[in-house]
């Protein structure tokens, strides 16, 4: 329940149009009332038993009162024009009372569509603001897929499953109280009676709710899984083709698939279950009270007359369809919560890196980075252990050794992509983490081995991240990358479409752009991942050269597979499993015939 309400936060903004929406709901409800209850002057001048009320009586709200104005109001018509006209009458006050009654139904849902839609874009932005928020570490964890289902599919869910049953859970209780009350004043006894049956069926329909969450649950997963692959597949296309693997992939998505709609199916069964088993538990019900209410009336000594009684008979059966709207709802509303606990999962999971209250602004980097005594691990096995290791502004660091040593690792420390367990990193003397996290990535330029671009023009990617750029800048950034001449050799120069992840550019091409966006932030510090391992010979030289003058006047930490490009830097350090093991130039490096002295050879040997 206490999950339910956190929906129900959603709505508070919404609230004066939530209130509209249960205020019309009510006239709604009054004015099917009251069109019910036309039925017995109706059947009375059928029936032929209408006593003829010729005084009139002070109009009062009283049941009386209203009563008796009423009788004064038909007799009225039967005496002047006749019994013929005044069924006819009755009956047109019963069609306008019910347009009244329509007409209010649909304000109601008028006020209600803006509070639907409201906490779905809510819900959803919500989701997307802690998705650009959680530490990449999450997304290793959490799969692509789910968390896209989860803002997709789940946040529908809830919009379908709960917010449309919203309504029948503020209105249907209204309804129900309305009529009541109005069975409670025709008779006390019968509608007594009523009330005592009606727990019975509560436990019936929660103990079938409750189970139907469970499978909603596992299926709302099984949804995350299918969209994961459906993502992985998206994304992988071409090995798929490659390696004849379609017929693989199927099977996967296909087994997901099926045990997806085996649990909808059972989710869907038992919400079905609702519908039927409140309208048959309140058949009986009216069964029951119509054994009981007829044989009052055949006694004759209850004041309970046939007409009221069919009357009573009408509102009740009125009665049935909010009751099986509330089980209804409630069952969409299980079935909604399994959604919610889903989203809330990401709502809820921790920002682990976030900034410090009252952080240190920092626009310069003046002296150094350091790294003390630095331990890192992802999971259980440590990764980095005891890194000490200084870069002086202005130098240019080199970081080599084997893949999987751990030097992507200590690079991502220093914007803070990830925090160390043990140990801290220093920047100008203050530990990175004191500072204001948009300050500090604003000091520095990231190029990594896999270029991220987006789908978006030449000059929006290289622009990205840099707000107002002038567009001389961004043509100078893209020169300077030697990225200008094959932009203007596309159709549209800097306004292309580079496609789906820079798709339609070479590797070579989708490398400069990240560097001339890397030189158009113009940051004191780079950091460079193997940003030219993946590249030919031709392209690597390009790119070297767009590095080159990219480093002039900056610190860098160069991450290196080829050890060609890095022989200049003013210190290089062999990371070997989790620790420098070698650090000097290249020539010092050489002599001393250790690590690196080894790496160089199988390079020159190639
Ligand atoms: P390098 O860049 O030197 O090739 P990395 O820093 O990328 O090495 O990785 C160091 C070690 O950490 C490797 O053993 C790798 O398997 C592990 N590792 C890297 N990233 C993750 C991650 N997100 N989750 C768990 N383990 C990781
Ligand atoms: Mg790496």
Redesign the pocket.
């Known amino acids: 329940m206490r999950e339910f309400f956190k929906v129900l936060k959603y709505i508070v903004p919404y609230w004066f149009r939530a209130s509209l929406n249960v205020i019309f709901n009510v006239l709604s409800a009054l004015f099917a009332l009251f069109s019910f209850t036309m039925t017995v002057p109706f059947l009375r001048i059928l029936f032929d038993t209408q006593s003829l009320v010729l005084e009139k009586v002070p109009l009062e709200m009283t049941k009386d009162s209203l009563g008796n104005n009423l009788n004064y109001l038909i007799s009225y018509l039967i005496t002047n024009h006749g019994k013929g006209e005044a069924l006819m009458y009755v009956s047109i006050g019963v069609i306008f009372v019910t347009f009244l009654k329509a007409s209010f139904r649909y304000l109601a849902n008028h006020f209600l569509a803006p509070v639907r839609t409201g906490v779905e874009k809510d819900i959803r932005n919500d989701i997307y603001r802690k998705i650009l928020r959680l530490p990449l ?1 999450y997304y ?1 964890d959490a799969r692509k897929g789910d968390v896209i289902s989860r803002i997709s599919t789940d946040v529908k869910e809830v919009e379908v499953s709960i917010m449309s049953s919203l309504e029948m859970l503020f209105r249907d209780p209204i309804t129900i109280l309305i009529f009541l009350t109005s069975m409670f004043v025709i008779n006390v006894k019968l509608t007594l009676l009523a009330l005592i049956m009606l727990p019975i069926s509560g436990v019936l329909i929660g103990r079938i709710g409750k189970k139907l969450k469970t499978t909603a649950f596992k299926g709302r997963k099984k949804m995350g899984i299918l969209i994961s692959v459906i993502e992985e597949t998206l994304s992988g296309l071409r090995i798929i083709k490659a390696f004849n693997a379609e017929e693989h992939f199927e099977g996967v998505f296909g087994q997901t698939n099926n045990t997806f709609a085996r649990l909808q199916k059972t989710v869907h069964r038992r919400r079905y279950l609702a519908g039927p088993l409140s309208e048959f538990l309140s058949t009986t019900v009216m069964m029951v009270l119509m054994f009981y209410g007829g044989n009052l009336v055949l006694s004759g000594d209850s004041g309970l007359s046939s007409e009221l009684f069919i009357a009573y008979i009408i509102i009740f059966s009125q009665l049935i369809v909010p009751a099986k709207n509330i089980s209804t709802a409630y069952f969409n509303i299980q079935k909604g919560m399994a959604s919610m606990d889903r989203i809330n999962y990401i709502l809820n999971a921790e920002e682990t890196i976030k900034d410090v209250d009252n952080p240190v602004s920092i626009s310069d980097f003046n002296d150094s980075i350091v790294f003390r005594d630095v331990d890192f691990s ?2 259980t ?1 440590p ?1 980095l252990k005891k890194i000490n290791l200084t870069v002086k502004r202005g130098q240019t660091i080199a970081l080599v ?10 690079a ?1 420390l220093v914007p803070r992509f990830i925090d160390p367990q043990g140990g801290e990193v220093l920047l100008d003397g203050i530990s990175v983490k004191q500072y204001k996290i948009k300050d500090l990535r604003n000091l520095m330029g990231i190029v990594n081995q896999e270029p991220i671009l987006f789908n978006d023009s030449f000059y929006n990617n290289i622009a990205f991240g840099v707000n107002g750029s002038r567009r001389d800048a961004v043509i100078n950034a893209a020169k300077a990358a030697n990225a200008h001449d094959f932009i203007m050799e596309t159709p549209d120069g800097y306004e292309s479409n580079i496609g789906e992840r820079g798709g339609k550019l070479s590797g070579g091409q989708r490398q400069r752009l990240s560097i001339a966006r890397a030189l158009l932030k113009d940051p004191p510090i780079l950091i460079f ?1 193997e940003a030219t391992s993946s590249l030919d010979t031709e392209s690597e030289r390009l790119v070297q050269d767009a590095i080159e003058k990219l480093k002039e006047n900056r610190t860098t930490l160069v ?1 290196a597979h080829r050890l060609s490009t890095i022989k200049n830097a003013d210190m290089i350090c062999v ?1 070997h499993e ?1 620790k420098v093991v070698e650090s000097g130039k290249h020539e010092e490096l050489l002599t001393k015939k250790g690590y690196y002295y080894k790496l160089h050879n199988l390079q020159v040997e190639k």
């Open positions: 570490s290793t992802y999971n096995e990764v050794g084997q893949s999987g040593g751990g030097k992507s690792t200590l991502d991942d991450i990371i989790g």
